[in-house]
Every structure is written in structure tokens, then in C-alpha cells.
């Protein structure tokens, strides 16, 4: 006899200073995944704007805000642009693996140097070996994480990690939940957005629809890299609706004004901080 499905529990945190936008606080509803069942669960909430952290499947549950916005790509369309051609000509000597989600010293070495470079002083610069043990290892769903690595010298021994990227594989799509790199590589630049664009041939090579990254924020400077990647959809009152090429021009127009500014940060995926369960705290 099959065992009944267990409808998920919702809960909601306390507000809390919004983490994108300066002045604004946000609110989370979550659920715990667990048991046999929980890749199916986190499929189902995926498709609805829920991202993983560990065992919790949340998402923005904001009071008075909506600028959150999930995101994912459409993985069979996709049309690199010039610049994007460009990345996957130079970086494509990069030796990619698919590792279980076990993590390495050489992994928490590459996140340390890419947070204080890119993110110094923020909520994930105090984690240690631990805390990113748990980040890459406790997952419930099936998970990997992506290794870049450059080609080794003697063919044998494993070449120098570059970047790396913990990813859910959800029935439709990959999930990426975050992506780290060398920020200050002697020769090579754009591996960030090299990782997004061998996670979009991935799934395209596998039949997998999309490539979901999480949430767009506009008028978050460190969120418009995301904005790049043609065609997205994006997930509404009516469900998910593509952009139109009009509006994708607006919004990366508006991108490349705030990196000439210098005040974006491409190529990282993260929406929340990836942490222990502690963040989710029901609200009295």
C-alpha cells in the first residue's frame, strides 16, 4: 500500500532589513523538505517561485512589496549574444564535472576568496568549513555541484578550480542555487557568466527546459546580470510570461548603465543568503 503524500506545513518569518533594496524590510513563507517525497515537493514549488536552502523551500512573502521576481530561461531557445559567444569561445577549454554534493576544502578555499573580493563584509563572510559543509550537503532533492576547472598539465591530475556551482536538477529544469568563481583570475575573465551559459547547454543537451535563476530584483544593481539572457520568463500573477524583446532591451539598457557606474556585481546567484535553518523563524 502507498503511503499518503504529506501536504506541506507554511510558515512565515518575521520581517527583517531587505537584503536588495535599501529601506525595506522582507518576510519569507518556507516549508520543510523532507522524506521520500521531497525532489517531487521542491519540483512543485520550483514551478511556483520557491528556491532551496538545505531543507527549506522558500519565498518572498513581502507585505507591502512585490519587486521580487523568479526568473528562468528558456534553455532550447537560447541565443547567445555576441559578448556571450565570445565568453564560451575563451573559456571553453574549461574541464566541467558534475560531483555529488560533497563538499572539499579546495571548494570552501575558492568561495572564501570569491566572497572577499565580490561580497566583503556581507552575511556570508563569516561562514566556515561548517557552515559551507552544510550549505553543499544538506539537501534532500537531487543535487550537484558543477566544477570548472582548467585544463591540467599533465592530463592526469586535476587541473586548477575556478569556479564552481551547487545546482538542483528539478524535473524541468536546473536550479542554480549558487555559483562562486576566482574573481581576480590572472588571464581569464567572465566566469560567472560562463557557468550560467554551460548550465543552459547542459540542460538543453539533456531535454531539460529551463534554467531557473532565482529572483530578478530590478532596481537591485547586484541582480541585472540576470537580465542578460534571452528569452526569459518570468513568473506573474497569470504564471510564467516571457519578456518581450522591447522590455528585455529597457532593462539591459539600464543594466549597462549601472556597470559602467561599477555598481553591479555579475555573475553570482544568489537570492537570500544559503544558511542554517535559524533564519526561519516562525513570527510569534
Not at 523568479?70 to 565570445?86: N, W
Request: charged letters at 25%; hydrophobic letters at 30%.
Amino acid at each position: 500500500m502507498t503511503a499518503p503524500v504529506r501536504f506541506p506545513r507554511f510558515f512565515v518569518t518575521s520581517p527583517s532589513p531587505c537584503p536588495y533594496l535599501p529601506g525595506r524590510s522582507e518576510r519569507k513563507v518556507f516549508t520543510e523538505l523532507r522524506g521520500p517525497h521531497s525532489d517531487a515537493l521542491n519540483d512543485a514549488l520550483g514551478r511556483i517561485g520557491f528556491r532551496r536552502s538545505q531543507t527549506v523551500a522558500y519565498r518572498p512573502s513581502c507585505l507591502d512589496c512585490t519587486a521580487c521576481v523568479s526568473v528562468r530561461l528558456v534553455a532550447g531557445e537560447f541565443e547567445p549574444s555576441t559578448a556571450q559567444r565570445r565568453n564560451l569561445k575563451r573559456n571553453g577549454d574549461l574541464v566541467v564535472t558534475a560531483c555529488r554534493p560533497w563538499s572539499t576544502a579546495e571548494q570552501f578555499e575558492l568561495l572564501q576568496r570569491y566572497l572577499g573580493v565580490r561580497h566583503p563584509g556581507g552575511g556570508m563572510a563569516s561562514m566556515d568549513e561548517s557552515d559551507f559543509a552544510d550549505m553543499v550537503e544538506h539537501t534532500p532533492v537531487t543535487s550537484y555541484v558543477y566544477e570548472y576547472r582548467e585544463p591540467s598539465p599533465d592530463g592526469v591530475t586535476p587541473g586548477r578550480l575556478v569556479g564552481a556551482c551547487l545546482t538542483d536538477r528539478q524535473g524541468d529544469g536546473l536550479s542554480m542555487i549558487y555559483s562562486f568563481y576566482d574573481p581576480e583570475h590572472e588571464t581569464r575573465t567572465g566566469i560567472g557568466n560562463f557557468i550560467i551559459l554551460d548550465h543552459i547547454r547542459h540542460a538543453a543537451r539533456e531535454r531539460l527546459a529551463f534554467v531557473y535563476l532565482g529572483y530578478w530584483v530590478e532596481g537591485s544593481p547586484r541582480m541585472q546580470y540576470k537580465i542578460r539572457y534571452r528569452p526569459m520568463e518570468r513568473l506573474g500573477r497569470n504564471g510564467w510570461e516571457r519578456f518581450t524583446p522591447a522590455e528585455q532591451d529597457r532593462h539591459i539598457g539600464r543594466a549597462s548603465r549601472q556597470l559602467e557606474r561599477g555598481t553591479s556585481l555579475p555573475g553570482s546567484i544568489k537570492d537570500g543568503m544559503p544558511c542554517g535553518h535559524d533564519q526561519y523563524r516562525l513570527v510569534d
